[in-house]
Each structure stands twice: as C-alpha cells, then as structure tokens.
C-alpha cells in the first residue's frame, strides 16, 4: 500500500473519501468510483474548489448560507463564544445567555402564534421534534386517537426515520420502509403540473378540497396535523399561488387540525419577508427553521409552537416528570451566539434590503429564460426560484432519464463556474445568497444561458427536442 504521504494532497483526500467517507444522498458506489469535488475555501458568493477553479454560488451552499461566505463578524461569535463556554447542556435546567437570547429573538421576529423555541441542531431533528411534540400534545390532551399527519406530494421534511416519510420523495422512502402508515399526502400546488394550475383561485380551491377530503377518508378525529412548506423546495421549487398558504392554514383551523409550517429554506429572508408566513399574516400552530438561522456556517435549528400546544404538553403531563424529548447539542451556546449575529446582520447589516433589492435582478434573469428552447417554466419568490426543462414546451413533456441530463447539466454548469441544484426531474433549482449583487447577478445568469446553450448543442438533446 502506498504511504499517504507519498501520494500529492489531492490524491490522498480523493482516496480516503472513496475509502471511509459516507456522503448524504448519493449512490455510494457511483461515489467510490467518481471521487469527491472537495472545496477549498470561499469568499461572499464564490466558492474555490482544491484544483482553484473559481465558481460563482447560486445555491448558497444547500439553501443555507443566506448572508455569504467570510461574513467575519460571525466567525468572532463563535470563536469568542468558545472561549467563553464552549458547551452547555440544556439538559436539568441548565441553560446559557446564547440560547436565552436567541430564543426571545426569535419570539420576536416570528409569527405571533409562536411564543416558545425548543432548539435543534437542524432541519430534520426540527420536524422530528415538531412531530414527537404533536403526538405528546395530544395524548396529553386526551385525544390519543389523533395520530395521522398529511403533507404535500413534492414535500421535504427532512430525512430522519419520521421525517423522511413527511418527505414525498421516493428516493427517500425507497429500502427504508417508509411512509409510515400514519403519513399521507395531498396534490402538490404546482401551478405549472396542476389540472387548474392556469386559475390561481381555482388551484387554491383545489388544494383546499383535497385536505378537506382527506381528513374526511382519515377521520377527523384521527388526523393530528397538516404540514407545509410555503413554498415547496426540494420537491422542485414549487411556488403556489399567492394566498395558499392562508386558505390552508384556514381550512386546518376549521378541520381541527395543527398546522404546522416548514420554513427550513424559506425562512430568513429567502423569500423577501423574514418568515414567508409574514406575506399571508399566517400564524401557525408551529414551525420549524434552520438553514438561514445560523447562515450555515454551524448547525442549527429550531422547532417554535404556539402556547397552546405548549401548554397541552406542560399540563399534561404529571407534576415534576420531565417531558422525555432532547438531544446533548440542543441550544448549543455556540450555535445560537452565530445565530444571533446572523440575525443582527440580517436587520442590521442590511442583508436582507439587500435581498429584496436583489429579488428583482432575479425574476427578471430567470423570466427571460422562459425563451429558451429548454425551459418550460421560470418560477420564483424572493430569491428562491427554478427553471423546468422540458423537452416539448407545448406538451410540457420532460426528458428521458436515459439521457442523464440532470448531471450533464450540474457537470457543464460547474465547468462554467456556476453551482445551481440540478434535480433528477430536470429542475433546475437556485438560492443565491442575499447578498449577490447586481454584477453576480448578471455572472449568474449569462454563466447559466452558456450552459443551457452547450447542453442544447448536444445532438441526443436536440433529437430529444426534436421527437
């Protein structure tokens, strides 16, 4: 066996990855034969992969990191709040200034239904904990029997072993033996796909019905929530029409049913208001965060709920007996004193002014797409948005997955210096940090125009089209 030491630093990373490294959603044999992309370092919106080939983020990271690389400030926080107290459990009622303080922040700036904070150190864990919540609240309650949950087709709740079956995503489920027999799911609002998808009214009623009709199929008195994402991230940037997210939160209210909002990617400015909940006044029963919470420069999350559940909880159960839920890393000092400073940036520093300044570049790159033989639909809010391929606009037909166009496309972009999220589906997903400016933003799009033309010159692309 060759001596690590005697293979060039790039080559002794790519072997021990191949050899010891489990990475999140991939096919682990593909991965030991491809090898990592590793990146080196990063600056505002670029990234500098380990051979130095420069490339403009239009993703931020995994929709995460919404205040750019290198903000310093953030990395003084952590690294004051290290020397300070590195840890601190959450656990017997301990607790540390961090965690108090962002917990008050974020009663503060999220929707007024929400008054308590139980944090996490991520999305998944969130929704975990938003659904063992649940369950507790209404045992506690005494309606034991409410144990369904409905979410959306097209939905992301995370891959933990509860969250995955929220998901609606096969891969998700596939070999996991999941959905769980207590999770179902409702049409998704796809404007573009939906049979009323050309009447936004007439969409929202659909949707509507469809919830309506599957607490009726479930019982009533069986169904504990309804879970959301205001606008639908990993299933394919699905944006519904404006005034969904209310008439949902409307019809579980009247259901008697929780609802509960998953703002893991459209939280903290992502979509313009600091909560995408903001845009509709919708209060929610809870919800959950993470990604923009911390910029994702250290894992964070948070589930938040309103004071009714919370006190279903803390009143049911027996006086002096812990409710048994918690983690070693919840409300961890250092996550919540970046979380802090993230937030002070987010207001103070003028990110997300920036954003929503920013927003309009956005729509208007991505609309122009629309004319290009590829792209069926461009889709946004804020700075979150998508183009679908297709290969016949009229029929909105997609791609045969022989093709393999989603990596050609991933692979073409990245070789024109631009990451973007390229879906299975040919969907091309985008989440550009809040603080692009209008020169990346004119990068982006010329960059992402390139690369759809090289991808179009392809012959079995244009036969694709062609057929």
Partial sequence: MTHPTALPHHATLDAIDRAHLIHPVSPWR?????GPTVLASARGAWLTDANGHELLDAFAGL??????????SVVQAAAEQMRRLPYATGYFHFSSEPAIRLAQKLVQIAPASLTRVYLTLGGSEAVDA???FIVQYYNAIGKPSKKQFIALERGYHGSSSTGAGLTALPVFHRGFDLPLPTQHYIPSPNPYRHADGADPQALIAASV????AKVAELGADN?????CEPIQGSGGVIVPPKGWLKAMRDAARELDILFVVDEVITGFGRTGPIFACEAEGVEPDLMTMAKGLTSGYVPMG?????????AGIADGAPAGVPVGHGATYSAHPVSAAVALEVLRLYEEGGVLANGRRGAAHFAAGLDALRAHPLVGDARHRGLLGALELVSDKQGKRGFDPALGLADRIFAAGYRNGLVFR???DHILGFAPALTFTEDEFAQMFARLKKTLDEVLDAADVRAALAA
Avoid: D
């Fill in 30 to 34: 593909t991965h030991e034969q491809r």
């Fill in 223 to 227: 169904v504990a929530a309804f879970f």
């Fill in 302 to 310: 948070a589930t938040m709920m309103s004071e009714k559940v919370y």
């Fill in 422 to 424: 390229s879906f299975g």
């Fill in 130 to 132: 938003a659904v063992r």
């Fill in 209 to 212: 019905a469809s919830l309506r």
């Fill in 63 to 72: 929709w995460c990191v919404n205040v750019g690389y290198g903000q310093e």
